[in-house]
Structure formats: C-alpha cells, structure tokens
C-alpha cells in the first residue's frame, strides 16, 4: 500500500530554517512526481516545490527559490524539503504528494503549479505544520 508520512515541521523565528521529511512506502521514487504543497486556512492550497521521476528535476515557485532545496533519497525512500531563511508568509501546514511521472503532469503540477491539477495527486501525507514567528 501506498504511503506518505510528513515531519520536521515546527516553530522557528524568522530568518530560521527547518528540514521537511516525506517518508513514502509502496512504491519506487523514480516512478513518480512528489510535491510538497502548502496551506493555510481560508486560502488554496499553493504548490511550493517538486521533484520529477528518475531524472530527479526540481523545480520551485517563485516566492521559495533560493531558499528552499527539495531533494531525495531513494535509498531511505524518503524526499527532503530544506527551508532557509524562512519568512512570516512560510507558516502553514506543509504536505506532500505523489502522482506516477509523466510529462504532461510534471508540465502542470512542477513548472506552472497550476491548482486545479491538484487532483492529479493520488496520494498526499497528513500534513505537518510550520509556524514561523517571532
């Protein structure tokens, strides 16, 4: 069965950084496109950064780059989201997801983050939250 399981979320001051863990199970990360979203309450839920099947690709919005690195593990079947310098607007529940790879997916989930591809998503973890305040 498949898995997803989020950690590493927290309360950090502004200008702090955090480490993000999304311990996936069933399935091989080659094969799929995992995202790591974000959302806070009374809002969409926005795509903040992804990584693509087995040329491991990533891609990230606009307001994250520079400051966020997503990466993978496939040994440890586990994808990282490392978040420097993080803001006020960085809080919200952070989750992640995974969808099998193809071109078109990664073309709407990675490079345009467009929200109604969302539903592409078979799998998505419980979320984990991140609280940045001073």
């Known amino acids: 069965q498949l898995r997803l399981a989020e950690s590493g979320g927290g309360l950090v001051q502004p200008g702090g950084s955090l480490r993000l863990s999304c311990a996936t199970s069933?399935?091989?990360?080659?094969?799929?496109?995992i995202g790591w979203y974000r959302q806070v309450p009374g809002k969409e839920r926005e795509g903040v950064s992804c990584i693509s099947g087995s040329d491991r690709a990533t891609y990230y919005r606009d307001s994250v780059k520079g400051r966020f690195t997503i990466s993978r593990d496939n040994a440890k079947n586990t994808v990282y989201l490392e978040m420097n310098s993080l803001k006020l607007e960085d809080t919200a529940v952070y989750y992640c997801?995974?969808?099998?790879?193809?071109?078109?997916?990664?073309?709407?989930?990675?490079?345009?983050?467009?929200?109604?591809?969302?539903?592409?998503?078979?799998?998505w973890g419980q979320g984990t939250q991140v609280t940045v305040s001073s």
């Open positions: 997801a995974a969808t099998p790879a193809t071109i078109s997916k990664v073309f709407r989930l990675c490079i345009i983050f467009d929200p109604p591809a969302l539903s592409e998503y078979n799998y």
């Open positions: 069933g399935f091989f990360l080659d094969d799929y496109v």
